[in-house]
């Protein structure tokens, strides 16, 4: 049986390099045969109303909660461009916590908050291993950086 994960990390940054990123989480998840559906938020930001109105948040908020809700796992990527935690992803993962499996990515090597590390289940740096976790088994793997 295959689970659906949801796919959390920031994708504002000015030289695509956390876009880049997110496609290559999503690309390797894709591979996994333990996944069937990936929800990618950045992927998601049509709505009705103009885009970065008050509407439009509400309507692109609840569609990710929705969307956490339906997850069988959130993977989030731990991977900043300039300024520490995307709060997007921080809230995700907060969300998620005893709720869901959580897989925390981290291609880049810098200290995890103790809350985070604390939140998650598995920790991987390579996209490599994405496309190859258990899913089905939520498989457990300790992180093995530096905490700040």
Same mark, same amino acid.
């Given at each position: 049986m295959t689970k659906n994960i949801y796919l959390a990390g920031p994708f504002f940054d000015e030289k695509n390099e #956390?876009?880049?990123r997110a496609q290559k989480a999503f690309d390797a998840l894709s591979k996994n045969p333990t996944v069937g559906d990936i929800y990618l938020p950045m992927n998601n930001q049509e709505a009705d109303a103009p885009e970065l109105s008050l509407a439009w948040s509400k309507e692109v908020y609840q569609r990710d909660i929705n969307a956490m809700e339906n997850a069988d796992a959130i993977v989030a990527i731990h991977d900043f461009e300039g300024h520490g935690m995307d709060e997007g992803t921080a809230f995700e993962i907060g969300w998620a916590i005893d709720?869901?499996?959580?897989v925390l990515f981290q291609e880049n090597k810098f200290p995890v908050n103790v809350m985070?590390? #604390?939140g998650a289940n598995y920790f991987t740096d390579s996209f490599e291993e994405l496309s190859t976790i258990d899913f089905d088994n939520e498989e457990q793997k300790p992180y093995s950086g530096e905490i700040i």
């Open positions: #956390q876009r880049n709720k869901k499996y959580i985070i590390l #604390q």
